[in-house]
């Protein structure tokens, strides 16, 4: 059960519309069973206006996720720690996630560099005014005014064009050392419209820009007509009153994370919890099903020499303990046959089978 400081939601649910879903991949045998039929939506009713009426802008409806999880699985209550715990603390507790202990910096690093890999080709550049925070320890009159800089990325990407209504698959969660320049290094799962300009991501990310540590933290991103939203809010609604995006992550542990379009939303999962959604209304109702499937790693610095970590900085070709992003799955789509490749000369991959492959290393340094 959770210890978290948030207290559990109560909007009172007044209607309850029943249909169906489905999976057409599995993991491996006995690792998933398909879902019973019992989706449900909910909306949360509202007193009329005081008079005299004024004017008020309009409401998204709040949407209650479906009843399984994307692998199948019913929802059950996360094991969090206590605010403020490490991911080395959470890994060897064997717990799920814990919430920041001090949240007044919230939304500092929301606008921080983010890459993307589409169709026709990966993001390699973008610029930005925002300069990468040091750690605590680090004299803070040796950081270099680095305003205007180009951020260069660098991926490890297994993608596949195939209609869905989203995919799972299971992540290696690491702790990879980021080098004082550097911006971040992550693990993503990202559903992407046929042209790669609408897109929903969930993942895991080391950026003390945005989480104020080296720990590894959920993300959640979107993107809308190409443009970049922001990190872990800009239209994101929160459901779980256990875990929420910037929330600290296990090291060294496997998680599944997922990604499913349902009454109108894109559900975010986590283990074993819904964490919220994005609402279809961020894309016109007209991001409804995936034309692209990718997962991936991904470093973001200021140099075509990275010394930042990617995965747990282990070669994803040459050492079998790296990290892996395994047993991708699809909900009502195609069968799964991953496309992998690296962007980068200083991290690799290694294709397992359609559906796995490790990849990583620890850079040019």
């Not at 209607?15 to 991949?25: E, K, R, T």
């Not at 205007?148 to 209609?163: D, E, I, K, W």
């Not at 995919?167 to 702790?175: D, E, R």
Request: charged share 15%; hydrophobic share 35%.
């Amino acid at each position: 059960m959770s210890n978290s400081r948030r207290a559990p939601f109560a909007a009172a649910l007044v209607a309850v519309v029943a249909g169906s879903i489905g999976l057409a991949s599995t993991m491996s045998a006995g690792a998933e069973e398909v879902p019973d039929p019992a989706p449900s939506v909910s909306v949360e009713s509202s007193a009329p206006p005081a008079e005299p009426p004024a004017p008020e802008e309009s409401e998204e409806p709040e949407l209650s996720p479906p009843p399984t999880l994307p692998w199948g699985q019913a929802p059950t209550d996360l094991d969090t720690g206590s605010d403020g715990a490490s991911s080395q603390e959470l890994g060897s507790a064997g717990l799920d996630a814990a919430a920041p202990e001090d949240e007044t910096g919230e939304g500092l690093g929301e606008y921080a560099p983010k890459g993307r890999s589409s169709r026709t080709g990966v993001l390699g550049s973008t610029s930005t005014e925002i300069v990468p925070p040091k750690p605590p320890a680090v004299n803070q009159a040796k950081q270099a005014n680095q305003a205007n800089q180009t951020v260069l990325f660098h991926y490890n990407v297994g993608s596949q064009a195939a209609v869905t209504d989203g995919a799972y698959a299971n992540f290696t969660i690491s702790k990879p050392s980021l080098a004082l320049t550097d911006f971040h290094s992550l693990a993503e799962l990202a559903v992407q419209s046929s042209s790669g300009n609408q897109i929903v991501e969930v993942g895991w990310n080391v950026d003390r820009l945005v989480n104020g540590d080296s720990d590894p933290h959920l993300f959640v991103y979107h993107w809308v007509n190409g443009v970049p939203a922001c990190y872990n809010g800009c239209g994101f609604v929160q459901y779980s009153a256990n875990i929420s995006p910037g929330d600290t992550l296990p090291q060294n542990a496997t998680k599944r994370l997922g990604i499913q379009y349902y009454d109108g939303a894109w559900w975010i999962a986590y283990d074993t919890e819904w964490v919220g959604y994005f609402p279809g209304s961020l894309w016109s109702g007209n991001f409804t099903q995936s034309g692209m499937i990718q997962a991936f790693g991904e470093v973001a610095g200021i140099s075509l020499l990275p010394c930042t970590d990617m995965g747990n900085g282990m070669n994803g070709s040459s050492n079998s303990s790296s990290a892996r992003i395994g047993s991708v799955s699809y909900i009502n789509g195609p069968a799964v046959d991953l496309y992998v490749r690296s962007t980068s000369p200083y991290y690799d991959v290694a294709k397992l089978s359609g559906r796995t492959f490790r990849y990583g290393g620890d850079g040019a340094c």
